[in-house]
């Protein structure tokens, strides 16, 4: 497996990979992501901003998708809680990580989160900064997993709350 950086190329494949994530979640009773969001606009959004990144295999078939960034989170600005790092620090956050329902229990996940961790110590970054929905367990039990704390709740731009975790990395 390898991380990517998505092309304007990979839209169908993000697309169809947000739909299988979409129906996933609902079939688990979880309202996360069944308003809409994201749609193709945000996944043309995170390409531009050079945030997006396909997960791909050896035969370079599109397995999973993710947003990557160093770039500073406005919604982490206020937690009801405490980050585990104070200050100006530098982190990663992982948002919008999604697996084709061929590629479901594979290990993406533990792969994605493994790989950006590395690519952050190699900046020098002190953590990484992930949040998800209340109810999806599945991603809360993967964060515990991996060694990541819970810090708290934040609220995302609609209004809507989000656990907060971070690892640090130094």
Same mark, same amino acid.
């Given at each position: 497996m390898k991380l990517k950086l998505s092309t304007k190329q990979d839209?169908?494949?993000i697309m169809s990979i947000i739909k299988d994530a979409q129906n996933y979640l609902a079939n688990l009773g979880i309202d996360q992501w069944q308003d809409g969001y994201p749609n &193709? &606009?945000?996944i043309q959004l995170d390409i531009s901003n050079k945030d997006s990144y396909v997960i791909v295999d050896d035969m370079e078939r599109v397995m999973a998708t993710t947003v990557f960034t160093t770039k500073e989170e406005p919604t982490y600005q206020t937690i009801e809680g405490n980050w585990k790092t104070k200050g100006t620090v530098l982190y990663g956050v992982?948002?919008?990580?999604?697996?084709s329902d061929?590629?479901?229990s594979c290990g993406i996940?533990?792969?994605v989160f493994e790989e950006c961790e590395a690519r952050l110590k190699k900046m020098n970054a002190d953590s990484l900064r992930i949040d998800t929905h209340r109810q999806n367990k599945g991603m809360q039990y993967l964060m515990d997993k991996m060694g990541?704390?819970?810090c708290?709740?934040?609220y995302v731009t609609n209004g809507d709350e989000r656990l907060a975790y971070e690892k640090l990395l130094q």
């Open positions: 839209i169908d494949a &193709e &606009e945000q992982i948002h919008r990580l999604a697996v061929n590629f479901r996940a533990n792969f990541y704390a819970y708290g709740i934040i």
